[in-house]
């Protein structure tokens, strides 16, 4: 198969599942916006139409954002592949890198490069979906030092994770000759099966117990902006509500627990009462 047909492949796959996803975002907001001003008859007697109107509100309103990251995602792509973006970067960084990092190094700087790239242009469509998107419905509760936070972790965490298996990767297909894919297979499995056993052990309670310092910190955020009392009492009901239990075993906590016990969430907020 020549190297036109292939690019007119991928170009018609491409096009054919821009075409259906826009087809049916296009459904969905004519099918919501149809239905906004009447609260379904099986759902008159709980939800007001203001309710109703709201949810269909926001959902419009993702579904219009999403349109527009849809067809910047599909820009990316286009000018990575067929306009050619990644051949450009290869080229510079074969130019600027490989003589001073080696094979290896070039080769892990391109893949660096391309998650760097990307991930800056993905970024402000991020922050405008929290800051204003979300925050214009109101259900953004995230400050822009925790927003950028939670970036620097996930960066953090596809490097902690997906550089050394890279690296590994990078190296085994120059070293392992025409059988690397096998090698590099046998990597991979490995890799998923150290983490199987690492993520309940090392690798959630870390989430956890960053996700409980972020409850703090929005329970000391929100105490500053209202009644610290009137936290406490709906916290307590939240509670009371989901029948949780108020004496969990500290370790427990540790590894499973996203949200602090509720003794240390209440001791908290009577302490800024």
């Not at 970067?89 to 130019?95: E, H, R, T």
Request: net charge neutral; proline share 4%; aromatic share 10%.
């Amino acid at each position: 198969m020549s190297s036109t047909t292939l690019t007119l492949v991928f170009a018609g796959f491409l096009l054919a599942s821009l075409l259906v996803r826009l087809w049916l975002a296009s459904r969905q907001i004519r099918h919501v916006a149809l239905h906004r001003d009447a609260v379904p008859a099986a759902f008159t007697a709980t939800v007001s139409l203001a309710a109703h109107q709201r949810a269909a509100d926001y959902t419009l309103a993702k579904l219009r954002f999403g349109l527009v990251s849809l067809a910047l995602g599909s820009a990316v792509l286009l000018g990575w592949t067929l306009l050619g973006g990644l051949d450009a970067l290869n080229g510079w960084l074969l130019a600027a890198a490989q003589p001073a990092l080696g094979d290896l190094g070039y080769q892990l700087a391109l893949l660096a490069a391309f998650a760097v790239i990307g991930g800056l242009i993905e970024l402000p469509m991020d922050a405008w979906s929290t800051f204003r998107l979300e925050a214009c419905h109101g259900f953004n509760r995230m400050t822009p030092a925790l927003w950028l936070a939670d970036q620097a972790k996930g960066v953090a965490v596809a490097v902690l994770l997906g550089g050394p298996i890279a690296l590994l990767i990078l190296w085994l297909m120059g070293a392992a000759g025409p059988s690397w894919w096998l090698w590099a297979w046998g990597a991979w499995v490995g890799f998923n099966l150290a983490v199987l056993v690492l993520y309940p052990t090392v690798i959630a309670p870390l989430f956890a117990g960053l996700s409980r310092k972020q409850e703090f910190e929005a329970d000391a955020y929100a105490c500053r902006h209202t009644s610290a009392s009137d936290l406490r009492g709906a916290l307590l009901k939240l509670y009371e509500d989901n029948a949780s239990t108020l004496t969990p075993d500290r370790l427990y906590v540790c590894f499973y627990y996203s949200h602090p016990p509720a003794g240390e969430r209440l001791a908290a907020m009577g302490a800024l009462a």
